[in-house]
């Protein structure tokens, strides 16, 4: 797709020209994601369009076969006459698209519908960091491949792919320049997997995918502001500003873990000094248990094997449990920086809900608390009373379905988009 294609717009314009239309369809296809059937005044009042807009998007959608029409009993008195109300609904077979995780344990491939419901999954145990980006790429592609047959597809059915990675993701030009699931960056991944798949590809950082699901299926669907907090590996974010997914100029806007907590302090695996990730990420962690008198696991680097990293991080949990102090503090300065840092964020952007999900929040009976009395007391008291912190449950299907709803917004933004390369 071009660049206007990508960006994202605050408020739909009412203007009749392409853009225009493409961002209001995204608009009205989204409110119907998220509210089922519904009426044209209802999408009206839902997505702040004019009648008269929402009509002729609709009719044009109905004409392309990516609505249908469903009429359901009205009582006479709502509707004077006691004709059946007209509802518009969306077909869920009238595209498909796929998201793609890489995790650094783990490729999931996801097949959804037009309506976001995951058709069929395929997951790969695969430790991609320890092949070439090239052989990464083969890999997701046979993946992709197969996930797509076994929901009784073709490729020629997809209307794009969405692959999402930990680190630090371009997804304006499709180039990954860090990542822990990378044995070479920077790697222009989005186009190694285009040329081999033949459809539009994008590539995301994890957050991103993880906020379009809050925003459309989760905890943000009654917020226009806020914050997705991913506590895994690392530290990511993802924003939603003004209803919407919010990557930045570039895409660069995730990323959180990255965010300068200490000028001058430790080293971040990515190479800079100080970052929040090398305070509160699963290596910082391990480097802090390092230096205690016992050394739990010696006094080496922390593995990187992701597997042995994240099980060493478990046992340290269990220990703080069972009464160690030593290592109880350890998770506690973690809860305590990331507190401080979001605030920073909080103060900018003003969020009325943060949303907290990830592997290691089966951790956060040990640093919650603690990074919340961090956050708070570094805000102002009536900033401190308005925003509201929530933590949610997620699995690969609410990954999947986020990623489904950004690859079908993009397609349908402009009346031309469809058929179009993700990239130029």
């Known amino acids: 797709m071009t660049g206007t294609a990508r960006r994202r717009i605050a408020k739909a314009p009412e203007a009749g020209t392409d853009a225009a239309r493409g961002?209001?369809?995204?608009?009205?296809?989204?409110a119907m994601r998220r509210h089922g059937p519904i009426s044209r005044v209802e999408l009206s009042g839902r997505t702040g369009l004019s009648r008269s807009t929402v009509t002729e998007i609709t009719g044009k959608l109905l004409r392309g076969g990516q609505l249908h029409l469903e009429e359901t009993a009205a009582a006479p008195e709502k509707t004077g006459r006691g004709r059946p109300r007209v509802l518009l609904r969306i077909n869920p077979q009238a595209a498909y698209a796929v998201g793609v995780r890489i995790a650094v344990t783990q490729i999931t491939v996801s097949v959804t519908d037009f309506v976001c419901e995951v058709v069929g999954t395929t997951k790969i145990p695969f430790r991609s960091s320890r092949q070439p980006p090239a052989v990464v790429a083969d890999v997701v592609e046979d993946a992709v491949r197969s996930a797509v047959s076994a929901c009784g597809l073709t490729l020629q059915q997809i209307g794009a792919v969405c692959a999402g990675v930990p680190g630090i993701v371009d997804s304006e030009s499709g180039v990954c320049h860090w990542s822990p699931a990378f044995s070479k960056v920077p790697v222009r991944f989005g186009d190694l997997l285009e040329k081999r798949l033949g459809i539009p590809t994008m590539i995301e950082s994890h957050a991103v995918p993880l906020a379009a699901y809050e925003r459309l299926f989760g905890k943000a669907q009654d917020i226009d502001s806020?914050?997705?907090?991913?506590?895994?590996?690392?530290?990511?974010?993802?924003?939603?500003?003004?209803?919407?997914?919010?990557?930045?100029?570039?895409?660069?806007?995730?990323?959180?873990?990255?965010?300068?907590?200490?000028?001058?302090?430790?080293?971040?695996?990515?190479?800079?000094?100080?970052?929040?990730?090398?305070?509160?990420?699963?290596?910082?962690?391990?480097?802090?248990?390092?230096?205690?008198?016992?050394?739990?696991?010696?006094?080496g680097t922390p593995p990187d094997d992701?597997?042995?990293?994240?099980?060493?991080?478990?046992?340290?949990?269990?220990?703080?449990?069972?009464?160690?102090?030593?290592?109880?503090?350890?998770?506690?300065?973690?809860?305590?920086?990331?507190?401080?840092?979001?605030?920073?964020?909080?103060?900018?952007?003003?969020?009325?809900?943060?949303?907290?999900?990830?592997?290691?929040?089966?951790s956060a009976d040990l640093w919650f608390d603690i990074m919340r009395d961090a956050l708070f007391s570094s805000l102002r008291p009536a900033q401190a009373e308005r925003v509201e912190l929530v933590r949610d449950q997620i699995v690969d299907d609410s990954w999947a379905r986020g990623a489904a709803a950004l690859v079908l917004h993009r397609l349908y933004r402009t009346e031309q988009s469809r058929g179009r390369r993700a990239r130029r």
């Open 23 to 30: 961002v209001n369809t995204g608009l009205i296809l989204d």
């Open 226 to 299: 806020g914050v997705v907090i991913t506590i895994g590996y690392g530290v990511g974010l993802g924003l939603i500003l003004n209803g919407m997914v919010h990557r930045g100029a570039h895409g660069f806007a995730s990323e959180f873990g990255h965010t300068k907590a200490v000028e001058s302090g430790p080293l971040c695996e990515c190479g800079q000094h100080g970052c929040l990730e090398s305070f509160a990420g699963q290596r910082a962690i391990l480097l802090a248990a390092a230096s205690l008198p016992d050394k739990p696991f010696g006094d």
């Open 306 to 362: 992701p597997v042995i990293r994240e099980a060493q991080v478990e046992e340290l949990a269990a220990r703080a449990r069972d009464g160690d102090a030593a290592i109880r503090n350890i998770f506690e300065r973690a809860g305590h920086q990331i507190g401080r840092s979001l605030a920073n964020v909080v103060s900018v952007i003003d969020p009325g809900r943060i949303i907290f999900v990830g592997p290691t929040m089966t």
